[in-house]
């Protein structure tokens, strides 16, 4: 299968390597492809690189992993006809330009409103399913943690679009727990800043988050 990932900074470049490990094609888009020279030359024959436009072609799912407050000017730049009906696993999180507030990451939406629903009311007829948002990029390919697999959260509208991402994120090393409609976003994509405070507070960056169920 092949796979476009709008995004080249170390998500995008991770999940590449994630998805060319487990035998997909790949594409990575950005601006500036010259930038992604030493990727490429690592990838192989079946990494490349593109214009999102390019990428966005190219890829029969997409990954969505641009800075959150740019995410929709990537998918302009992607071309809307070429995310329709595709599956977009969407990476981002709404991270504002203020600094953290003792360790509290500032977000740019509200608790009523996710960045990715905000995402899939501009691109309808794409099937977004919010997945790696809540774990950092050195634990997105098949983490390591003692033999036990961590939580992806997700959630999206389409359920054979979700179904399709479960496959991924099985793939990837993760248990898979949906949430729901894209209005769970608002929670998931929040994860992401209690996933940083340990980091921004005392530099510690290892973990993973894991629903248990009695
Ligand atoms: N870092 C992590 O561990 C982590 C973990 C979970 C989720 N996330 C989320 O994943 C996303 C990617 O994070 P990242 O750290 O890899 O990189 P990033 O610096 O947040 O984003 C880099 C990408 O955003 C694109 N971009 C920036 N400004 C743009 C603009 N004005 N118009 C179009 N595209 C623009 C860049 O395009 P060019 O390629 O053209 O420069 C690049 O591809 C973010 O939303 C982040 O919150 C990050």
């Excluded at 629903?117 to 997945?131: G, H, N, S, T």
């Excluded at 999206?156 to 179904?163: E, L, P, W, Y």
């Excluded at 793939?171 to 409609?181: A, L, R, S």
Aim: hydrophobic share 45%.
């Amino acid at each position: 299968m092949k796979v476009g990932i709008l995004g080249s900074g170390v998500v995008g470049q991770t999940l590449a390597n994630g998805f060319l490990k487990h035998g997909y094609e790949v594409m990575v888009g950005t601006r500036s492809p010259e930038k992604l020279a030493e990727w490429k030359a690592k990838a192989g024959k079946h990494g490349r690189v593109g214009s999102f436009a390019e990428t966005a072609a190219f890829g029969e799912v997409i990954v969505l992993a641009a800075k959150g407050t740019a995410a929709k000017e990537t998918l302009k730049l992607a071309n809307a006809k070429q995310l329709n009906g595709k599956v977009i696993l969407d990476a981002t999180n709404p991270i504002a330009d203020a600094p953290p507030q003792n360790g509290v990451l500032k977000f740019f939406t509200s608790l009523d409103q996710s960045l990715m629903e905000q995402l899939q009311a501009a691109f309808p007829d794409a099937r977004f399913v919010k997945a790696f948002s809540c774990i950092g990029n050195a634990f997105m390919v098949n983490p390591d943690f003692g033999g036990i697999a961590p939580t992806m959260f997700i959630c999206g509208n389409d359920t054979d679009a979700k179904k399709e991402a479960g496959k991924i994120l099985a793939q990837f090393g993760f248990e898979v727990e949906d949430m729901g409609g894209a209005e769970a976003a608002r929670a998931i994509e929040s994860l992401a800043i209690l996933w940083c405070i340990p980091g921004l507070l005392r530099n510690e960056w290892s973990h993973a988050f894991k629903l248990l169920k009695a």
